[in-house]
């Protein structure tokens, strides 16, 4: 059993397109995320939802929207994608909540390229 | 800044050989503090951990990790290295953040094992 799953694994779109990348985990977990992985391979954090709601926001155009629509579930929407975008995005998932700092169950990735 | 340091951004060794990969943090708290591995086109998984307690942590692989407060490290280890441990590892740092908790990545260490 996958215990985070992300889909689509590869994504290959235009400049200017909008789309979309989802996750679940199956782990029964509270807290989920998403972070970016550039070309360096430098992670960072991008959003972070608890329990459905958003508690970290980090300094990322608004351009990327998060939705959780239950705790299961945390799907990255991106509008206007540009060259800059091309990266792999990773979900992650931890139990425990957000006043506990717990292990981050990640995912795949997806390998998003932008021409 | 709290932040992470991985010093070495290509390590190689040989077949069993010694794996030495160096992490560095800063924390203005006790740190809670990971090695991830992530192997070509996949996420990331968990090596290791460190929270409280004994300061000698054993994972998975053979790998084992050493927290030291005074020299702010915590460098990942293994006594015999294997063409399977080819990959790239994280250190990260969990801290304190608006009210919960993110973690902090290195910039991660690529390593090659020469047969």
């Known amino acids: 059993d996958t215990a985070v799953s992300q889909t689509p694994k590869y994504l290959v779109t235009q400049m200017g397109n909008d789309k979309s990348i989802k996750c679940e985990q199956n782990?029964?977990?509270?807290?989920m995320y998403w972070y970016k992985q550039d070309s360096k391979k430098f992670l960072k954090i991008m959003f972070s939802?608890?329990?459905?709601?958003?508690?970290i926001n980090e300094t990322v155009p608004n351009r990327f929207s998060p939705k959780s629509p239950d705790k299961a579930h945390l799907n990255l929407h991106i509008n206007s994608l540009e060259l800059g975008d091309s990266a792999v995005y990773f979900c992650a998932s931890s139990s425990r909540g957000i006043l506990v700092r717990d292990t981050q169950y990640f995912g795949p990735g997806t390998r998003l390229t932008v021409l | 800044a709290q932040s992470v340091t991985q010093l070495g951004s290509h390590v190689s060794v040989s077949e069993g050989a010694l794996v030495l990969l160096r992490c560095n943090y800063s924390s203005s708290v006790p740190p809670y503090l990971f090695w991830y591995v992530q192997y070509p086109n996949q996420g990331l998984q968990l090596l290791l951990k460190?929270?409280?307690?004994?300061?000698l942590v054993k994972g998975i692989n053979g790998f084992e990790a050493e927290f030291k407060k005074s020299e702010t490290s915590f460098h990942l280890t293994k006594p015999s290295a294997h063409m399977s441990d080819a990959a790239e590892y994280f250190c990260a740092v969990s801290l304190p953040y608006s009210g919960t908790y993110k973690y902090i990545f290195g910039t991660g260490t690529r390593l090659k094992v020469l047969a």
């Open positions: 782990l029964g977990h509270d807290t």
């Open positions: 460190y929270t409280t307690g004994a300061t």
């Open positions: 939802y608890n329990n459905k709601e958003l508690i």
